[in-house]
């Protein structure tokens, strides 16, 4: 992945805590179906999405469970307040898309 900037490059960050109580379920579910977009990397805890499409970068998408806490964590990092915007608007779609019968709500807070 070294032809990206660096998360340290990264200007905003935002984060979500969903809780449920099958983090590990979602957190795959959703990281396999970005995953069929976009650039994955297995990262300490779980995943980070690469946002590059069609040559235009918009940040990261980290993805993140520890066993035994009951919330999977979504951390975003960006080049601008447009790009964080936009990155947690699509994860927060999709997880809750997904996790609808359980009634999953995503809201992402600035870091």
Same mark, same amino acid.
């Given at each position: 992945?070294?032809?990206?900037?660096? #998360?340290?490059?990264?200007?905003?960050?935002?984060?979500?805590?969903?809780?449920?109580?099958?983090?590990?379920?979602?957190?795959?579910? +959703? #990281?396999?179906?970005?995953?069929?977009? +976009?650039?994955? $990397?297995?990262? $300490?805890?779980?995943?980070? !999405?690469?946002?590059?499409?069609?040559?235009?970068?918009?940040?990261?998408?980290?993805?993140?469970?520890?066993?035994?806490?009951?919330? #999977?964590?979504?951390? #975003?990092?960006?080049?601008?307040?447009?790009?964080?915007?936009?990155?947690?608007?699509? !994860?927060?779609?999709? !997880? $809750?898309?997904?996790?609808?019968?359980? $009634? +999953?709500?995503?809201?992402? +807070?600035?870091?």
């Amino acid at each position: 992945m070294s032809d990206y900037p660096t #998360v340290a490059e990264m200007n905003h960050t935002a984060r979500s805590r969903v809780a449920t109580d099958r983090p590990a379920r979602y957190a795959k579910q +959703l #990281v396999s179906h970005m995953g069929n977009k +976009l650039p994955v $990397e297995e990262i $300490e805890g779980g995943h980070r !999405l690469t946002f590059n499409r069609d040559g235009v970068f918009s940040g990261y998408g980290d993805v993140l469970v520890q066993d035994g806490v009951p919330q #999977v964590v979504m951390v #975003v990092h960006a080049p601008s307040a447009e790009s964080c915007t936009r990155v947690s608007d699509v !994860l927060a779609r999709h !997880l $809750e898309r997904f996790g609808e019968r359980d $009634e +999953l709500k995503v809201e992402f +807070l600035a870091a």
